[in-house]
């Protein structure tokens, strides 16, 4: 039972923007619309950004914004702040009713 | 609002095992599975399973399959994981987490609860 696959770290300039990767397969990211995104702050629990691969809950700011292609999702943070600097995490339903999450992808913002 | 509030803190030997709680509120029992995930000290998130509280149907990641289970005690709203056979490898915070039914995605989330495996 594998990860999906993200990068360890991306980092950004105050105003910004970054993309952080998700990549699974057809049995999990490429097969379904259940792809959602969580932020961690330290000593934190983790936080949905992002459900069914695009839509954001109500009181997450819009400069955060998702989308898919193929088996490979990605979270869009546009005009970076301070606030922002924490732990991403992508997750996807997979066959057989289990989830799966990435492996994290930790925020820098220079 | 939801709210979900785990058990406090956990010591155990290793070979024993765990049994962590994590009650509802502010909402019945309908209408949502509850999530176990967990993380080790500086490592990423892992789904363990799940279970729909309202029937206690149950679905486990293989990795666990045959040393956790996951029950509910309706009448409280209170979901528990129970983990045995226990080793350092286990040592973690464990999440509980609701997703509305079928929907894929995790929210509100219980606070977290440290479970240290340690001789």
């Known amino acids: 039972q594998s990860a999906l696959t993200q990068p360890a770290s991306v980092s950004g300039s105050p105003g910004q923007s970054i993309t952080i990767s998700c990549t699974g397969t057809s049995s999990d990211v490429g097969g379904y619309k259940y792809v959602s995104w969580y932020q961690q702050h330290p000593g934190k629990a983790p936080k949905l950004m992002i459900y069914?691969?695009?839509n954001r809950p109500s009181g997450v700011s819009n400069r955060f914004s998702g989308s898919k292609s193929g088996d490979t999702a990605s979270l869009t943070i546009s005009g970076l702040q301070a606030e922002d600097e924490a732990d991403y995490y992508c997750?996807?339903?997979?066959?057989?009713?289990?989830?799966?999450f990435g492996t994290g992808t930790k925020v820098t913002v220079l | 609002q939801v709210q979900l509030v785990q058990s406090g803190a956990e010591v155990k030997e290793p070979g024993a095992s765990v049994k962590v709680s994590c009650k509802t509120y502010?909402?019945?029992?309908?209408?949502?599975?509850i999530h176990w995930v967990r993380q080790a000290p500086g490592q990423g998130l892992e789904w363990m399973g799940t279970?729909?509280?309202?029937?206690?149907?149950?679905s486990y990641a293989q990795k666990f399959q045959g040393r956790v289970t996951m029950t509910r005690d309706t009448s409280t709203t209170t979901v528990y994981m129970e983990l045995s056979s226990l080793r350092s490898e286990d040592t973690a915070v464990y999440y509980c987490?609701?997703?509305?039914?079928?929907?894929?995605?995790?929210?509100?989330w219980g606070q977290g609860t440290l479970v240290t495996v340690s001789s």
């Open positions: 997750s996807s339903y997979r066959t057989s009713s289990t989830f799966v």
């Open positions: 502010g909402s019945t029992f309908s209408n949502y599975f």
């Open positions: 279970i729909n509280p309202s029937v206690g149907s149950t």
């Open positions: 069914d691969v695009s």
């Open positions: 987490a609701r997703e509305p039914t079928n929907t894929g995605w995790f929210d509100p």
